[in-house]
């Protein structure tokens, strides 16, 4: 046989190898596309929900427009550990703001930090000193519950003086943590402590929504919004034995990740892991009519209560939530019914 034909015969068997290899892949798929034609993706969605959103109840806003975006149960109580201490260190920094307190100054760790439990990370004692400042670190970065007690203790002493009455410091401080959600808009939130242990005989509570709520005002903050978006931070304690410097880290493991800049994580055995994270992207510049330009922020704040894989369900949810953005703001930024914003005024 001559060399040529032999490879041309060579050539049409491969071809019609790879056809039925084709035809056999085909025919293998085939079942599974017509499956999902016949039931319906809400077969996959919840396949990839159960994979992805096992979550007690979440939300997705816009933080400029109110938008919400996406939701689950967001009016449910329930508890919300670590995250109570977004509130904390926003009433904080707006006492410091009116007082003019240095921020540098250094607060005194209370007795009453040694009836907190959960982790002490830094292994603090009562009379240790830490600065405002990294304390706040501490409590937004590293979720300490101690210095988040101190910053209560002190503020809320301080509160107490301004007003010229006496009681405990740190119920002083909770109630104008309590005050700070119903200003903005909150409903359905109670806080008893400074730090969200939920483990004593009071428990505290909030709901998706009004985590949002304060998220959405706590970002409005320049300090809060820089301290939440750091990786780490070197703070310094003084104790019996003398100044002692500490690298703090930060325990939102998805941050600097898909843009995500904060804010908060929180875990205890009754409020299961959760999560606040939010995100930015360039703003939207468009030129209107008159020639003039309008120019549209773009910054999403989610929340995810109780979910058995928090980072992955907070970063799946705003891959999702910038989806339902864009199609939102091409269709022109319709609102139908109020029930779709995030309401942040008392009612």
């Known amino acids: ?104 100054q250094n607060i005194i760790i209370p007795q009453s930090a040694l009836s907190i439990g959960g982790p002490n990370q830094l292994k603090l004692r009562p009379g240790d000193q830490v600065s405002i400042r990294d304390a706040l670190y501490c409590s937004v970065l590293g979720s300490n519950n101690w210095t988040a007690e101190a910053l209560a203790y002190h503020v809320g002493k301080d509160l107490l003086v301004r007003g010229g009455k006496n009681g405990d410091p740190v119920k002083e401080f909770v109630k104008h943590m309590n ?55 070197k703070v310094s304690i003084v104790s019996i034995g003398g100044r002692k410097e500490f690298i703090v880290k930060n325990t939102n493991k998805v941050l600097n990740v898909d843009g995500i800049d904060g804010v908060k994580t929180g875990l205890t055995s009754r409020a299961g892991p959760c999560l606040v994270v939010t995100a930015a992207k360039q703003p939207i510049v468009s030129e209107l009519a008159d020639g003039n330009k309008q120019v549209t922020p773009r910054r999403l704040v989610v929340v995810v209560l109780g979910a058995s894989d928090r980072f992955g369900a907070a970063r799946s949810l705003l891959l999702r939530g910038w989806q339902k953005f864009e199609t939102w703001n091409r269709s022109g930024r319709q609102i139908r019914d109020r029930a779709e914003l995030l309401s942040m005024s008392k009612e």
Not at 37 to 63: E, H, P
Not at 181 to 191: L, P, Q, R, V
């Open 1 to 104: 046989m001559e060399p040529i034909v032999a490879l041309r015969l060579t050539i049409v068997k491969f071809t019609k190898i790879l056809k039925m290899r084709t035809l056999f892949r085909f025919y293998h798929v085939l079942p599974l596309v017509v499956l999902y034609v016949f039931i319906g993706s809400d077969l996959v969605d919840r396949a990839i929900g159960n994979q992805k959103f096992d979550v007690d109840s979440y939300i997705v806003v816009d933080l400029h427009s109110k938008k919400i975006l996406s939701a689950r149960e967001i009016n449910k109580k329930r508890q919300v550990a670590s995250l109570t201490k977004i509130a904390t260190a926003v009433v904080v920094l707006d006492w410091a703001k009116a007082s003019g307190a240095d921020l540098g």
């Open 179 to 233: 005050a700070l959600a119903i200003e903005n808009g909150s409903k359905y939130t109670k806080f008893i402590n400074p730090h969200g242990m939920d483990h004593q005989r009071k428990t505290p509570y909030s709901t998706a929504s009004d985590v949002a709520r304060l998220t959405i005002y706590a970002m409005g903050k320049a300090a809060f919004s820089f301290i939440c978006s750091q990786a780490e931070r």
